[in-house]
């Protein structure tokens, strides 16, 4: 891999040496133009620097940029930072807030309860356990930074791919607020509003809360007046700030959210490409159901031709006409066809006790955070009911405790991070399986194939630490430690259709692993900073949790997986202030995947499971991110990313034959080559009216899969999109209107696809149309 000297991977190290000379050459010139870039502060070592002295590869956006270009949750990340994916709408739990996220081709596409995250996903400094109400919606937002690459060191395990930080802004000592209104398309309607209230001289308070609805647009085409893809949320925030004393300052926060949608935009691409095996009602389910008189009630539903034209069998034949629309039917735990509402409750309340002491600053972070959710979902996509996956109750509760100590020695020689952190947390995933088998399909149609509980009960506790030698005053030589010790505890429960209980299984599983990290930075010149890094991490082991007969009284277990990762990056200022230029180049060695795929039937065994430590692969890559400011009244912003993800290994050569095995061949999920994306402002001063600021924001992402199995339906074609907004802002500045359009060129494309061999189908949760909509802000208060 990477023979080619001309590779971006070569030619991106090479830009960044490149760089660090043209940054020494440099002068140093005082930032006194009015085109110089803002300076962005981020605290993504625990304490406040600017993003140019930062050896880290970050993405920092701003709440005021995030509204500028129209983001509403933080699937807009994906379209901002380079070698990002971040999706919702999971395809096989049909619930919009189940969270698919990778940064350099490192994460999580499985939204089960037993699954850990692989890039963390941080709110106010607390970390979110699950990936089922990790979708904040940034409402009062200060900033996000995106931290690409290992960051187990400072914010802990399950960040191997990366850690996204969502910062909220804290209560301000003067009164002001803002209100804001919105509709659009499809029945587009928004409204919100934030106020802060100073209440003594010594204790503050902001208010914040808001209600966002838009239509379904994939017509169910079984119903009469239901649409899927509907987005319909409220929520609020509350921060209270106590200044105890002039160095002692307590923050109390809690947060709520409140989901009611249809089930995800969630169509069918394929269905049932399996040739018929006889006669029988043997087999995967669809070949079942065809082959069986007594379900599909003709016997042409034991050819081809069929399953294309007949609509008695399962098949091609239900596919829709429209990408937009879905023949699936949704039941409830009797089998009975309802009108499904999937329901996401979210809540979190938090302490952030913060004292400057002689030996630094000492932070306390003391937070609870839970989430309840309901969803309906029918994987068949046809009125038979072949196979219908409901949650009627996934839930699970954290607590987490972190303690830091933030300073530095008096002669400043020395920066230094210590914490130890407590994680806890339980929850349940309840499945309602109806799936058509030998015993329900003629006995009892409708009734339960699977009532599956399953079972969480972790711990994680940490403690870590991280130094800074300034060698010299333009040298600084960081190292960092972090000792982890976690415990996992999974059962799971399954009641079988004939009334027995199956069950319950245990199992328990420990970790302990220290991950280093050593960086050294230079500041090659005023404003050109270079660093290299090499840092280690890991993300936790588990159990097996999908089992289509019987379970194994043993459960199959998978364990952590580790990277271990170098980078070098170049951060400068250039051309008198006006450009921001950040180059970072990058080798990832990823060893133990945990390999979420179907193992061919050849090779399975009773205690097979669907997770597989079944890998090694490299990752490398190249990053640039840029913000100009070319004239007056032109901005340029956005990034490149590459990245070449290769598997080098299949271990054991366990999974290396069959139609879905895996080989060394095989494209790992959400890694394409390349992305990008790029911003361009446009202001118009109107004199003493006001101005106008027209932007325009398009986005690249090459074609990548879905799944690490050889399979050409889960490939997700390459596709650009592009966003546009014009806003209005009177001189006063006390209110703006703006017009948006989301998706302009009215592109058709999936953030994720699914193959389910059982039915030889392959599904995909599909993006929203073109979407144009209107806001108004208006602004009290203030200085």
Request: charged share 20%; proline share 4%; with cysteine.
């Amino acid at each position: 891999m990477f023979t080619n000297s001309r590779s971006p991977y070569h030619l991106g190290l090479a830009l960044v040496m490149a760089l660090s000379g043209v940054g020494a050459a440099a002068p140093a010139i005082a930032q006194t133009d009015s085109l110089a870039v803002e300076e962005v502060v981020v605290t993504a070592r625990k304490r406040a620097e600017n993003l140019q002295d930062t050896p880290i590869a970050i993405t920092a956006i701003g709440g005021e940029a995030l509204q500028e270009r129209g983001a509403v949750d933080l699937t807009s990340i994906e379209t901002l930072a380079p070698n990002v994916h971040f999706s919702a709408s999971q395809p096989t739990s049909g619930l919009s807030g189940a969270t698919a996220v990778f940064i350099r081709g490192i994460g999580q596409r499985d939204f089960t309860i037993n699954i850990d995250p692989a890039v963390g996903i941080y709110f106010d400094g607390v970390y979110v356990g699950r990936s089922i109400g990790a979708l904040m919606d940034l409402v009062e937002i200060e900033r996000v930074e995106v931290l690409r690459g290992p960051q187990n060191t400072l914010f802990g395990r399950n960040t191997i791919g990366g850690a996204i930080s969502v910062v909220t802004k804290s209560p301000s000592a003067t009164f002001g607020g803002s209100v804001r209104g919105g509709l659009g398309e499809d029945g587009y309607n928004e409204i919100s509003g934030s106020v802060n209230l100073p209440l003594s001289d010594r204790v503050r308070a902001s208010v914040s809360a808001f209600h966002r609805h838009q239509d379904g647009f994939v017509k169910a085409l079984q119903y009469t007046d239901v649409d899927l893809g509907e987005d319909n949320v409220k929520g609020a925030r509350v921060k209270v700030a106590f200044d105890i004393s002039s160095n002692v300052t307590l923050e109390l926060a809690g947060d709520l959210a409140r989901t009611r949608n249809t089930p995800g935009p969630v169509v069918p691409t394929v269905l049932n490409t399996l040739q018929p095996v006889g006669t029988v009602g043997t087999g995967p389910f669809n070949t079942f159901f065809n082959n069986n008189l007594a379900l599909s009630g003709d016997a042409a539903c034991r050819t081809t031709a069929g399953h294309a034209t007949n609509a008695r069998c399962f098949g091609p034949v239900w596919l829709p006409g429209s990408r937009y629309a879905s023949n699936a039917v949704f039941t409830n735990r009797l089998g009975q066809k309802v009108d499904p509402k999937n329901q996401l409750d979210t809540n979190g309340v938090s302490a952030t006790l913060t004292a400057d002491t002689p030996i630094g600053q000492i932070k306390s972070i003391s937070a609870y955070r839970d989430f309840d959710a309901v969803t309906f979902n029918d994987l068949d996509f046809t009125p038979f009911l072949l196979f219908a996956n409901n949650h009627p109750e996934y839930s699970q509760n954290q607590f987490s405790q972190e303690l830091q100590l933030v300073g530095s020695t008096e002669n400043k020689r020395f920066d230094y991070v210590l914490g130890l952190y407590y994680f806890e947390e339980e929850g349940l995933e309840q499945i309602d399986n109806q799936i058509i088998t030998a015993f329900n399909a003629i006995t009892n149609p409708g009734a339960l194939a699977q009532d599956i509980s399953r079972n969480i009960d972790n711990t994680s506790k940490a403690a870590y630490g991280q130094l800074t030698f300034h060698v010299t005053d333009a040298v600084t030589l960081t190292g960092g430690l972090r000792y982890t010790d976690s415990s996992k505890s999974f059962r799971i429960k399954n009641i079988l259709p004939t009334g027995a209980t199956d069950g319950p299984y245990r199992g328990v599983k420990k970790v302990d692993k220290l991950t280093p990290m050593v960086t050294l930075g230079w500041q090659a010149a005023e404003r050109s900073y270079l660093f290299a890094s090499y840092s280690e991490g890991f993300r936790d082991g588990g159990f097996a949790a999908r089992f289509l007969g019987v379970l194994p009284a043993i459960l199959p277990s998978y364990d952590p997986e580790f990277v271990e990762a170098f980078e070098i990056g170049s951060k400068n200022v250039l051309f008198d202030g006006r450009l921001r230029l950040n180059i970072a180049a990058f080798s990832t060695k990823y060893k133990d995947l945990q390999v979420d795929a179907t193992v061919p039937p050849s090779l399975q065994t009773s205690q097979q499971s669907t997770i597989l430590n079944l890998a090694q692969a490299d990752m490398k890559g190249v990053e640039v991110e840029f913000d100009g400011r070319i004239t007056e009244w032109l901005k340029l912003d956005g990034s490149v990313g590459y990245l070449d993800a290769e598997i080098q290994e299949i271990l054991g050569g366990r999974v290396a034959t069959g139609s879905y095995g895996i080989t060394t061949a095989n494209p790992l999920p959400y890694a394409p080559k390349w992305t990008g994306n790029l911003g361009v402002t446009l202001s118009s001063d109107l004199g003493q009216s006001g101005r106008v600021s027209t932007r325009l924001d398009w986005s690249y992402a090459d074609t990548q899969w879905s799944t690490i199995e050889a399979n050409a339906e889960t490939k997700l074609k390459s596709r650009s999109h592009l966003n546009a907004s014009v806003r209005f802002i009177p001189t006063n500045g006390r209110w703006e209107a703006a017009l948006q359009v989301r998706n302009l060129t009215n592109d058709t494309y999936y953030n994720q696809k699914t193959n389910i061999q059982a039915l030889n189908s392959t599904f995909g949760a599909i993006g929203r149309p073109r979407t144009i909509l209107g806001t108004i802000t208006y602004r009290f208060g203030g200085e």
